[in-house]
């Protein structure tokens, strides 16, 4: 069974960081591209970052380039996003996927259950 299970979310104060870990069970991590994805209430789940399986690629949406950095350890079956100089608009579900290297939802064939990003103004 492949559990996907997300944590490091939380309230934090615009200007500030965290760092979500993805610690993934029950497939052959190195072999899956990670994805981090992120949803509103009413919204769509929108394509955040991706890695692909040997951690040399990675991808972004354009609104966190340059504060956002997706790694993963293979050794650990653990993806990361670490989020820095978060802003109101951040706020959202967090999920990670695992799939196809994509910033497509459809790409990916596994999701974790999502953790909470708040960020107050």
């Known amino acids: 069974q492949v559990q996907l299970v997300e944590s490091g979310g939380g309230l934090v104060q615009a200007g500030g960081s965290l760092r979500l870990s993805c610690a993934a069970s029950?497939?052959?991590?190195?072999?899956?591209?990670m994805g981090w994805f992120r949803q509103v209430p009413g919204k769509e789940r929108e394509f955040v970052a991706a890695?692909?399986?040997?951690?040399?690629?990675?991808f972004y949406t354009n609104s966190v380039k340059g504060r956002f950095t997706i790694s993963r350890d293979n050794a650990k079956n653990t993806v990361y996003l670490q989020m820095n100089n978060l802003k109101p608009e951040d706020t959202a579900v967090y999920y990670c996927?695992?799939?196809?290297?994509?910033?497509?939802?459809?790409?990916?064939?596994?999701w974790g259950q999502g953790t909470q990003v708040t960020v107050s103004s």
């Open positions: 029950g497939l052959t991590f190195s072999s899956n591209a």
């Open positions: 996927a695992a799939g196809d290297v994509s910033r497509r939802v459809e790409r990916y064939n596994y």
């Open positions: 890695i692909t399986w040997s951690g040399g690629g990675t």
